[in-house]
T-cell receptor, first 118, second 114 residues
């Protein structure tokens, strides 16, 4: 199947700093990528939809100025957690949409990035 | 809006025994249904999906799920589990008109014991 990578796989930062997480589709182009957040032993919560060449669409309750999303190319989306605080510590997962609207469309998930804010 | 409920947060099961993971959903429009598996320290992988057609869908590693529209369910089953099936399983739905966004259930942790 298609491969989606995330970098870094884990990061520790000090409170108040910003952290950038990259999501790449390695062998296909993705006009749409999604960013999720997963708390320990909980499910994935969709944060935002990242669209190549346009602004991201954020889910209700997600601060767009805190979680900056840039989808600069068809294979790369970045999530920047600005002025991170301990409550932002979580597992961040991206997915890339593969397909053109047909029955074979699938989301491929990255391995996730664990963020710990001290 | 859609919602997904996975009734069991944890399911312990002995090796070679059958397992069923329950999933119910709520939606005012037609949905696509998915099961994803997350092995320890790994990302989510698609296990199987229902888009249309036959209500029984199968995966390559012995899992199957049946879409029941009247009961709004999409339960996952495997007749005989292996140790390697130990993982977290997530049921999810999407609405094509909503840009293929996935709504996940809370997950079911399957622990296969020898």
């Amino acid at each position: 199947g298609a491969v989606v990578s995330q970098h870094p796989s884990w990061v520790i930062c000090k409170s108040g700093t910003s952290v950038k997480i990259e999501c790449r589709s390695l062998d296909f182009q993705a006009t749409t990528m999604f960013w999720y957040r997963q708390f320990p032993k909980q499910s994935l919560m969709l944060m935002a939809t990242s669209n190549e060449g346009s602004k991201a669409t954020y889910e209700q309750g997600v601060e767009k100025d805190k979680f900056l999303i840039n989808h600069a190319s068809l294979t790369l989306s970045t999530l920047t957690v600005t002025s991170a605080h301990p409550e932002d510590s979580s597992f961040y997962i991206c997915s890339a949409h593969f397909g053109s609207g047909g029955s074979t469309d699938t989301q491929y998930f990255g391995p996730g990035t664990r963020l710990t804010v001290l | 809006a859609q919602s997904v409920t996975q009734l069991d947060s944890q399911v312990p099961v002995f090796e070679e025994a059958p397992v069923e993971l329950r999933c119910n959903y709520s939606s005012s429009v037609s949905v696509y249904l998915f099961w994803y598996v997350q092995y320890p320290n790994q990302g989510l992988q698609l296990l199987l999906k229902y888009l249309s057609g036959s209500t029984l869908v199968e995966s390559i590693n012995g899992f199957e799920a049946e879409f029941n529209k009247s009961q709004t369910s999409f339960h996952l089953r495997k007749p005989s589990v292996h140790i390697s099936d130990t993982a977290e399983y997530f049921c999810a739905v999407s609405v094509k008109a909503a840009g293929n966004k996935l709504t996940f259930g809370g997950g079911t942790r399957v622990l296969v014991k020898p």
